[in-house]
């Protein structure tokens, strides 16, 4: 199976900071790559596919970038909503594993 | 809309059985791959079963082999996961997820869970 390795595992940072969350595969992935927001107590949220591709709906302050085991999400502009737990997961292969996460806490 | 509802979680003996089932809203559950995964209280995600849009190809977890058994019925719009010989760490939130129909696509949408508690 293809391990799925975030960093860091939580942080602490203000309305309007801007913030990088990473997202290492154990093997390559391509582009691969998905990243999901998920609040307490609700379902995960689509947030991007492909590595990079914004989905539909979701505010352009957040991106994604990288290929091949190495893969970044970044908020450029952190907003009250955004506090939440993020997962990566890889679609290159079954089975379909998610990163550990990495909760976004209010300084 | 696109919905996706699960219900028959609740609270069961270990060793116990349940059914969980997925109702799909808003589209037609034969032409997308569909998928379980569970989240123990405070924990991450876990990728549990898959089964693919014909039903034909299923896998699962390797914690889950040969207790669970994922199945669906497309005239209805329906997703199943039976779940036998339930053990305390099979305690989760199970979700029933959509898979994006292209190559290597993303869970889009997601159902909102049903609590599967297993104690004694």
């Known amino acids: 199976d293809i391990q799925m390795t975030q960093s860091p595992s939580s942080l602490s940072a203000s309305v309007g900071d801007r913030v990088t969350i990473t997202c290492r595969a154990s093997?390559?992935?391509?582009?691969?790559l998905n990243w999901y927001l998920q609040e307490s107590g609700k379902a995960p949220k689509l947030l991007i596919y492909a590595a990079s591709s914004l989905q539909s709906g979701v505010p352009s302050r957040f991106s994604g970038s990288g290929s091949g085991t190495d893969f970044t999400l970044t908020i450029s502009s952190l907003q009250p909503e955004d506090f939440a737990t993020y997962y990566c997961?890889?679609?290159?292969?079954?089975?379909?594993?998610f990163g550990q996460g990495t909760r976004v806490e209010i300084k | 809309e696109v919905q996706l509802v699960e219900s028959g979680g609740g609270l069961v003996q270990p060793g116990g059985s349940l059914r969980l089932s997925c109702a799909a809203s808003?589209?037609?559950?034969?032409?997308?791959?569909m998928n379980w995964v569970r989240q123990a209280p405070g924990k991450g995600l876990e990728w549990v079963s898959y089964i693919s849009a014909g039903g034909s190809t299923i896998y699962y977890t390797d914690s889950v082999k040969g207790r669970f058994t994922i199945s669906r019925d497309n005239a209805n719009n329906l997703l199943y996961l039976q779940m036998d010989s339930l053990r305390a760490e099979d305690t989760a939130v199970y979700f029933c997820?959509?898979?994006?129909?292209?190559?290597?696509?993303?869970?889009?949408?997601w159902g909102q869970g049903t609590l599967v508690s297993v104690s004694s």
């Open positions: 093997q390559s992935i391509s582009s691969s």
């Open positions: 997820a959509r898979i994006y129909p292209t190559r290597k696509g993303p869970f889009d949408y």
């Open positions: 808003g589209f037609s559950l034969s032409g997308y791959e």
């Open positions: 997961q890889q679609s290159y292969s079954s089975p379909r594993t």
